[in-house]
């Protein structure tokens, strides 16, 4: 202010408004308190160390996180100390790295844009041409060492004009389309069985009672089934009858007797060709 006790003039004093320092998982956990409907996540500084902090979050939770980099390291083969290679390292099943030479192109949201609104069972993340990436041009050798540290990209084939997706890993060395498919077959059960109980005045604790159940979940398997999640003729449901049941958990109204298998309909990513030719028949 100025001497003598007169006005202050604008500008001479300044306000200013600190906000803490938080990182990636404060983040997310602030998101989520305002609205926790959303699957996946991204983020824009493709930096390694906040790259490890927001997949170490995410991998508690039901959620997917889509990382890319372009670290140097990637494609050699005798370092463990990229990000995709530190990523497998924790056997992550909710992340998946994405190697991009040019940190402007958003590979990962990109890819987030184009699958995301499919159906869970319905796709796999590789060979999906993407718009606006330029992609990468990998060698054999770089293209080896990549897929070994689990790691995806975008592939720009001069050769055959194309530019598509390849891999679709996550860090564990699963498929992106396996770990959706899942967890929508988790939810979803979660969600039959529960309206089940709202929509019955009383599923009683007997052989009828847990049929009903059994039913509802064979069910859901046959609409994973439709989905292209699971093969349909692999479906097993086993029930344990009341009478095999602890007295305590009947005691309880406890029933946790129903198991199942089922086999991954899985995708078909490489297609090796044998073949003869001969000059006579």
Known sequence: MRAG?????????????????????????AARAERDDFYAIYETSHEKRNILAAAGTVETLKK????????????DGASMLDIGSLLRAQSYLRTTCWYSSNQSQYVDGAMLGKMLPSDPGSETWAFQEVASITGEQISSANDTT???KNYSWVENYQAGGKTYSRNGFVASGNFIDVVRGRDWLEVNLQIDIFDALLA????????????????????????????????????VITTIPKKDMPANKIGERLYDGITFEAVLTGAIHEVPVNGALKTAA
Request: glycine share 6%; aromatic share 4%.
């Open 64 to 75: 997917i996180f889509e990382a890319q980099n372009n670290d140097a390291l990637a494609t």
């Open 146 to 148: 990549l897929k070994n």
């Open 200 to 235: 019955n005045p009383k599923i009683s604790y007997d052989d009828e009672g847990i049929e009903l159940l059994r039913a509802v979940v064979d069910n859901r398997l046959r609409l994973a089934a439709e989905q292209g999640i699971i093969d349909e003729d692999s479906i």
């Open 5 to 29: 006790g007169s006005a202050p003039a604008w500008g001479e004093l300044t306000d200013t408004r600190t906000v803490a320092n938080v990182g990636l998982p404060e983040d997310i956990a």
